[in-house]
């Protein structure tokens, strides 16, 4: 564990000095200031442990200087404990008022300043601790409430509808042997579970993405190849809308990034665009290369996004789908996770649409190069 950070503030040097002796002997990290102002600069360079403050002083009282350190929010829970040459109730009863939590007399005893010092930073440390573990557990509260939602209702919904088709089929409403059964009833059924396979996959990864349970391992990646594996992978929704996929990236670039997170934001996003972009549509990705970053681009002739519904898009903590241009359904989570997955990568996903128009979603990753 980190040595603890003391900062303290005394109009005498000699008074510092002697505090930098007993702590830093003690194992504390020091930091010692005579102005007032400058114990600022100090606690925004870093946040310490504990403040040791005097109370009387040329320029400012030290209840006067905790008031001031009390009203930043960001500073509120550091411990404050006074030195002082005289503690009378009055005195004491000030300094609790204003938000300290002790008090040490002058001259020091080096063994009840350290105990004191001691307990206050095991006590915040140990209520750091304590908010720290409470704000994972709501975040995991939170995921597992998320995760409910989306698997009650938006896995529900591709599960059921096969679940019927097949009941059709049993029942003898739906009769295999009809030319009609090999077209309509065997895609819809194929997009059905593909559509439950695509949630469940971005659910998982969601899931190991916000509970940090998943690992970057960057590596070469061949871009074109991986596209060409995504349209490989998607060919039976965009053959179905007769949309034509063009692969532009060419054979030369290379990019840094982890394989899985990169397969997954291009599936997404690829999805997406098929899902938005009409029958007899064009979809196609581009790549341009710079020094040190390579943008992919996923270009669509689609629906295009209003300025209103981007911001939802790109706000992870909102729960936004809309319907296909063929009634197709979406939960906004695949969205979600590609941002994750980018940032994870170095960059930032971004969306350039026009109404009517069709919609561009791009980002960077680093170039690859022989000394990765």
Same mark, same amino acid.
């Given at each position: 564990?980190?040595?603890?950070?003391?900062?303290?503030?005394?109009?005498?040097?000699?008074?510092?000095?002697?505090?930098?002796?007993?702590?830093?002997?003690?194992? #504390?990290?020091?930091?010692?200031?005579?102005?007032?102002?400058?114990?600022?600069?100090? +606690?925004?360079?870093?946040?310490?442990? +504990?403040?040791?403050?005097?109370?009387?002083?040329?320029?400012?009282?030290?209840?006067?200087?905790?008031?001031?350190?009390?009203?930043?929010?960001?500073?509120?829970?550091?411990?404050?404990?006074?030195?002082?040459?005289?503690?009378?109730?009055?005195?004491?009863?000030?300094?609790?008022?204003?938000?300290?939590?002790?008090?040490?007399?002058?001259?020091?005893?080096?063994?009840?300043?350290? $105990?004191?010092?001691?307990?206050?930073?095991?006590?915040?440390?140990?209520?750091?601790?304590?908010?720290?573990? $409470?704000?994972?557990?709501?975040?995991?509260?939170?995921?597992?409430?998320?995760?409910?939602?989306?698997?009650?209702?938006?896995?529900?919904?591709?599960?059921?509808? $096969?679940?019927?088709?097949?009941?059709?089929?049993?029942?003898?409403?739906?009769?295999?042997?009809?030319?009609?059964?090999?077209?309509?009833?065997?895609?819809?059924?194929?997009?059905?579970?593909?559509?439950?396979?695509?949630?469940?996959?971005?659910? +998982?990864?969601?899931?190991?993405?916000?509970?940090?349970?998943?690992?970057?391992?960057?590596?070469?990646?061949?871009?074109?190849?991986?596209?060409?594996?995504?349209?490989?992978?998607?060919?039976?929704?965009?053959?179905?809308?007769?949309?034509?996929?063009?692969?532009?990236?060419?054979?030369?670039?290379? $990019?840094?990034?982890?394989?899985?997170?990169?397969?997954?934001?291009?599936?997404?996003?690829?999805?997406?665009?098929?899902?938005?972009?009409?029958?007899?549509?064009?979809?196609?990705?581009?790549?341009?290369?710079?020094?040190?970053?390579?943008?992919?681009?996923?270009?669509?002739?689609?629906?295009?996004?209003?300025?209103?519904?981007?911001?939802?898009?790109?706000?992870?903590?909102?729960?936004?789908?809309?319907?296909?241009?063929?009634?197709?359904?979406?939960?906004? +989570?695949?969205?979600?996770?590609?941002?994750?997955?980018?940032?994870?990568?170095?960059?930032?996903?971004?969306?350039?649409?026009?109404?009517?128009?069709?919609?561009?979603? #791009?980002?960077?990753?680093?170039?690859?190069?022989?000394?990765?």
């Amino acid at each position: 564990m980190e040595k603890p950070y003391i900062v303290a503030v005394d109009d005498e040097q000699l008074n510092l000095e002697l505090l930098r002796f007993i702590l830093e002997r003690n194992e #504390y990290q020091f930091e010692g200031t005579s102005d007032d102002e400058y114990l600022f600069e100090l +606690l925004e360079q870093r946040k310490p442990d +504990l403040i040791l403050l005097d109370v009387i002083m040329p320029k400012i009282e030290g209840f006067e200087l905790c008031e001031k350190i009390k009203s930043v929010k960001k500073f509120q829970n550091i411990p404050v404990i006074f030195l002082t040459g005289k503690v009378n109730v009055k005195d004491k009863v000030r300094g609790f008022e204003v938000g300290g939590v002790d008090y040490v007399t002058k001259p020091f005893n080096e063994q009840e300043l350290i $105990a004191r010092i001691q307990t206050h930073v095991e006590l915040i440390r140990a209520k750091n601790q304590i908010e720290e573990q $409470a704000k994972n557990l709501r975040q995991s509260n939170d995921l597992k409430d998320r995760m409910f939602s989306i698997i009650g209702h938006d896995l529900r919904s591709p599960l059921s509808a $096969a679940k019927l088709k097949m009941d059709f089929i049993m029942r003898g409403i739906i009769d295999p042997k009809d030319d009609k059964f090999l077209g309509e009833t065997v895609y819809d059924l194929l997009k059905t579970m593909d559509e439950a396979l695509n949630l469940l996959q971005n659910l +998982l990864g969601w899931a190991k993405s916000e509970s940090n349970q998943i690992q970057m391992i960057p590596e070469k990646l061949d871009l074109s190849d991986l596209v060409e594996q995504t349209f490989r992978l998607l060919k039976l929704g965009s053959d179905h809308k007769q949309i034509e996929m063009r692969n532009n990236v060419t054979t030369d670039v290379f $990019a840094f990034a982890d394989n899985n997170m990169i397969k997954t934001v291009l599936r997404n996003i690829l999805s997406n665009a098929i899902k938005f972009t009409p029958v007899e549509g064009v979809i196609q990705i581009n790549a341009k290369p710079g020094k040190n970053k390579v943008t992919i681009e996923i270009e669509d002739n689609g629906n295009g996004i209003s300025k209103e519904d981007i911001k939802k898009i790109l706000n992870p903590n909102e729960h936004f789908s809309k319907l296909g241009t063929e009634k197709e359904p979406g939960t906004g +989570l695949g969205l979600v996770l590609c941002q994750n997955f980018v940032q994870k990568n170095g960059g930032v996903l971004k969306i350039k649409s026009e109404l009517g128009k069709g919609s561009t979603f #791009y980002f960077e990753l680093p170039v690859y190069s022989e000394q990765d």
